[in-house]
């Protein structure tokens, strides 16, 4: 056991917070171990009818995974077993996605990275208007995992790809109406709630009590603009359509992707591809395919480097450009791990 993420029964509850309020509640090895084996015990527990996920402080739900302590360990000169962590992450999402009980995700604050993992795959995800979500991965030379084959290809008019390449932000509203979130309500309410939640009969019906429908938000009134150009096959096109636009969003959008990882973006668009036609297994023994294959190069340590270490926000991408990345090359990322696909 690991204060660092806390169990507890509360009337026919189980009620999970994530507690590294100082590290934004990233996930540690030890948490994903400890809440995989939690939630193993509550699904064959009659006793508990629901589970709720949260996360400590107002700051975030979970800002990720705790990819420092990965970053560290092959500075070292670890070479072997870095792909532990997130095999063991992935199999949580899959075992979330398949929990036989309803599964309550409380967000409030920042969740991106790893927290959407243990949030978004829930049958229930209600999030505050301080929630702030975000997939920013190719912005550290990383690929939106965690289940993000499954459900970014998922959403609606191509915000999902989107998302992936730009490591773009939703609020409350956006993440409402993209289906992110089954319920939006005010972190006021939240105490309540988590009160309510010990004793109630019918989730479905205590969700729509606090919940509310938020004002539309400035990402999804780009829907038919993001549709239009994000629906192309190809990075090139992408692109290319966006700097057809005459407009400010899509001029923002394309300057913010290339400032990603080239080979990220690439990756990222032939996941959303590939994610389109895979079931949610499927999805995650190909993300773990992908990461095994990262972590034998050279953006993602520079990525963490330049954001998270150093925080000079300068990496230096290889290659750097967009047009360089080589197309044989990225297939690699797509193939067998020498150690063998994920089993779940």
């Known amino acids: 056991m690991t204060d660092e ?5 509360r009337g026919h509850a189980g009620f999970i917070l994530l507690n590294r309020p100082k590290a934004l509640n990233a996930l540690s090895h030890g948490m994903v171990k400890a809440m995989a084996a939690q939630l193993s015990l509550w699904a064959s527990d009659d006793s508990i009818r629901h589970v709720v996920v949260s996360g400590a402080g107002e700051k975030a739900f979970c800002a990720g995974g705790d990819i420092r302590a990965i970053y560290e360990a092959r ?5 072997e077993g870095l792909s532990d962590f997130f095999r063991d992450e992935y199999r949580l999402n899959a075992q979330i996605k398949a929990f036989p009980k309803p599964y309550i995700a409380v967000i409030d604050g920042i969740v991106m990275g790893g927290g959407v993992g243990v949030s978004v795959h829930g049958s229930h995800r ?4 301080h929630m702030l979500f975000s997939m920013p991965e190719t912005g550290i030379g990383f690929f939106p995992d965690v289940g993000g084959t499954y ?7 191509a915000v999902g790809t989107y998302l992936a390449m730009s490591a773009g932000r939703m609020g409350q509203a956006d ?11 005010a972190r006021d309410r939240i105490g309540d709630l988590m009160v309510s939640l010990e004793r ?3 989730v479905d019906a205590l969700l729509a009590s606090v919940s509310m429908v938020p004002e539309r938000g400035a990402v999804m009134a780009q829907a038919d603009l993001i549709d239009r150009v994000f629906s192309k096959e190809t990075v090139s096109g992408i692109m290319a359509a966006l700097d057809a636009q005459d407009d400010a969003f899509a001029a923002e959008t394309a300057k913010t992707i290339r400032g990603k990882s080239p080979t990220s973006v690439h990756i990222a668009l032939e996941q959303m591809r590939r994610g389109r036609t895979l079931d949610f297994n499927g999805c995650m023994r190909l993300e773990f395919r992908i990461v095994s294959e990262i972590l034998k190069g050279h953006d993602f340590f520079e990525g ?14 290889r290659p750097d450009h967009l047009d360089q990345v080589d197309s044989l090359a990225l297939q690699a990322y ?3 791990p020498n150690g063998g696909d994920l089993t779940l």
């Open 5 to 9: 993420i806390l169990f507890e029964k």
């Open 75 to 79: 500075r070292a000169g670890q070479t």
């Open 126 to 129: 209600i999030g505050t208007e």
């Open 151 to 157: 459900f970014l290809p998922r959403l609606p008019n």
């Open 175 to 185: 993440a409402y109406e993209a289906g992110i979130l089954t319920h939006a309500t």
């Open 200 to 202: 109630a009969e019918d």
């Open 304 to 317: 963490v480097r330049a954001v998270l270490i150093d925080k000079d926000h300068s990496p230096k991408w």
């Open 334 to 336: 797509f193939g067998m």
